[in-house]
């Protein structure tokens, strides 16, 4: 593939990790794209910062080119693929009809499409369980399920909803919405019955798929109970699937069995409903920072378009490969990832702990399957690097066919990068990805042609034009900034569900600049177009990679009694890339912060949401910092924690209590020291 060049070779940056060999670039499907503007445009694109311009300085042109390299499978009379280069309000594809399942199953593909691993249930390394699925049996399996979902009354626009372990039968699921027409929202089981109930209810799925038990960290958790709350919430729900995992033994929860939903094993036709566009196709959560997660409603074909420009050109996939990314049905990963059926390859499911028994298990399935792209989270990295798993090159981790490692959900430190290249494989496509479940896709992500540096990710998208803007509203290069972007891109959201006059929509992205995409990030980008970026802007909480809203721990809280009032912020300990949950807690008269307290604060947050949102760290405060209106002010108290000045006293109604934060900082400090 490529050679690793040590530091002082080629008279490359100091930390410079690897460049693609001639032959690798040659090869590259972005070589390929490049090749084929240049020969229909007549433009002499000399590098990828050449194709870059362009395709942001005629964004209709590169769009238009994309669209026929990669083959879309469509149909109707689209004139123009980009009506108005304006947000909100751009229209891509008017008169486009197309079908999300069709591009991904009606293509001859063969070979394996759907790979399942769940982790050791003895200790030991190996996974307990694998599944292969061709593609075959996939789109008969779809067939079944999109047949069992018309009889039931299932209908294009109907929402379906899925409570489900990261297995087959949740791609088969969605496929068969996707094929209807119908729009699919998931989440995953370890979600608590409050923060399920907070998204699904505004989604208000007429059927719900859900797994009957799952298992993470060896352990086996059921999910009777809450879907039992589930149905009794949501009037909407009409029938809920039982879906049986695939090892242990669970009571069936919901309506009806999986295996009696589909029915007899009869060959039914494959059909493909095609529709606009713009027809939803999935609806995704916001963190619920500020209330009820926001529901964002991602059309058919800008979800398409822009996965597959970004996994065909920027990932280097192709018909064969496999790709492992480590996620659940509750993360945008899981929808980006499925997408890599439309390209041939293999979709690699891992279900339960990645470090379980040992941080060994998942990169041994990533050897022994042959896969050729693996996607974590920088929190993952780095944590194999504090604790060196044993990877032994030439032995189990040979990583004969692994290409490319991806990191996304947190940053990861210019040692985590080497630590790839000197434990893992030293020729290898390390390519850091950021974008997020607004726009279900990346606005910074790797290219398969261009060197890796420690620490940044490599370049902008193709086809993304954005900046980082400092607080003058300037674009800046070399120091962070705001992230914005500046023209609108296919996978945006279509809409904000129940929010008929698009006010939601609108504050959630240009009340700061009108006219341009505010996305929370700050970000630097490099004088060599690489980027660096240094987490949320906002005061979402952000450990391991997992957005989480305060919202959520907040109403958690709630229920525990000896508390009158809480703050909630991330934190990032000294030397470390992970962020962790600070909480602060103003107690009632004749209540103790003892340790007793504080277990029973941390197992009631995760029972009622996830053990992501559990805080790591819990001190009592005499009172919340407010404005003058009341509103809690977290981004000043994050700010405290990370040694930044605070500018804002005037505009608080109780400034005094700031010092108390002060000496927390202090006393966290300590504890890292």
């Known amino acids: 593939m490529a050679a690793h060049l040590n530091h002082n070779e080629n008279n490359m940056k100091p930390d410079c990790l690897w460049r693609p060999s001639p032959d690798c670039v040659r090869q590259s499907n972005m070589t390929a794209f490049s090749r084929f503007v240049s020969e229909n445009t007549g433009k002499t ?3 990828y910062a050449a194709l870059h311009a362009w395709s ?6 590169f769009w238009q080119h994309f669209a026929e390299f990669t083959d879309l499978v469509s149909g109707g009379n689209c004139d123009k693929i980009l009506e108005d280069n304006k947000m909100p309000g751009a229209e891509w594809c008017r ?28 200790g030991q390394p190996n996974a307990a369980y694998q599944q292969e699925v061709t593609f075959s049996e996939l789109r008969e399996l779809v067939a079944r399920c999109a047949h069992a979902l018309r009889n039931i009354g299932i209908k294009s626009g109907d929402r379906v909803a899925g409570y489900i372990a990261n297995v087959p039968e949740a791609i088969v699921a969605c496929l068969a919405c996707a094929s209807i027409g119908a729009v699919w929202s998931s989440a995953s089981p370890d979600f608590g019955l409050d923060a399920l109930t907070d998204r699904f209810e505004q989604v208000a799925p007429r059927l719900v798929f859900a797994s009957t038990h799952y298992r993470y960290g060896g352990k086996t958790f059921d999910t009777a109970q809450v879907v039992a709350g589930l149905k009794q919430r949501i009037p909407s729900i009409e029938c809920i699937v039982s879906v049986p995992y695939p090892i242990g033994e669970s009571e069936a929860v919901g309506d009806v069995l999986w295996t009696e939903f589909l029915g007899e094993k009869t060959t039914y036709p494959l059909e493909f409903n095609r529709l606009p566009f713009a027809h939803p196709l999935f609806i995704l959560f916001s963190s619920g920072t500020t209330g009820a997660p926001k529901c964002m409603v991602h059309g058919a074909g800008g979800t398409l378009l822009q996965h597959r420009k970004e996994q065909q050109l920027h990932c280097d996939i192709k018909s064969g490969d496999a790709m492992l990314f480590f996620t659940t049905c509750g993360w945008m990963m899981w929808n980006w990832q499925l997408s890599v059926l439309s390209l041939g390859a293999t979709v690699c499911l891992y279900d339960g702990s990645p470090g379980y028994p040992d941080l060994s298990s998942i990169w041994r399935v990533v050897d022994q399957w042959q896969v050729t792209h693996f996607g974590t989270s920088g929190r993952f990295i780095e944590s194999c690097m504090k604790q060196q798993p044993v990877l032994k090159p030439g032995g189990f981790a040979a990583f004969n066919k692994l290409r490319s490692v991806q990191y996304t959900g947190s940053p990861l430190s210019p040692d985590g990068f080497r630590w790839i290249y000197e434990h893992v494989k030293s020729d290898i496509h390390l390519a850091g990805i950021s974008g997020g479940t607004d726009i279900v896709s990346c606005f910074i992500l790797g290219n398969p042609n261009l060197p890796v540096h420690a620490g940044e990710i490599q370049c902008k998208g193709l086809g993304v034009d954005v900046a980082a803007l400092n607080e003058a509203g300037e674009a800046v290069v070399g120091e962070p900034g705001e992230l914005v972007c500046r023209q609108p891109i296919p996978s945006m959201p279509v809409a904000f569900l ?8 609108h504050k959630a992205y240009f009340d700061v600049y009108p006219g341009l995409w505010c996305h929370g990030d700050f970000v630097e980008f490099t004088p060599a177009g690489g980027a660096v970026v240094y987490g949320r802007s906002d005061a979402t909480l952000n450990p391991g990679g997992v957005r989480i809203g305060s919202a959520e721990i907040y109403s958690a809280l709630d229920v ?3 508390i009158t009032d809480s703050v909630v912020v991330g934190w990032v300990p000294p030397a470390e890339a992970d962020e962790v949950i600070v909480l602060f807690v103003v107690l009632a008269d004749g209540t103790r912060l003892d340790e007793s307290f504080k277990r029973r604060m941390r197992q009631t947050i995760r029972r009622k949401f996830s053990p992501r949102h559990v805080p790591k760290h819990i001190f009592q405060i005499s009172e919340v910092p407010v404005t003058r209106s009341g509103k809690t002010v977290e981004l000043s108290v994050k700010a405290i924690l990370a040694g930044r000045a605070i500018s804002n006293h005037s505009a608080l109604a109780n400034p005094q209590i700031l010092e108390s934060f002060d000496q927390v900082r202090r006393d966290l400090l300590l504890l890292y020291s």
């Not at 999300?100 to 293509?107: C, F």
């Open 45 to 47: 694109l000399s590098d």
């Open 56 to 61: 942001t300085q005629n964004l209709l042109s």
């Open 498 to 505: 129940n929010d008929d006059d698009g006010a939601k929509y």
């Open 95 to 122: 008169g486009m009809e197309l079908n999300y399942a069709e591009n991904l199953l009606g293509r001859d593909f063969a070979g394996i499409a759907i790979r399942l691993f769940i982790e050791s249930d003895s």
């Open 560 to 562: 525990v009694e000896g």
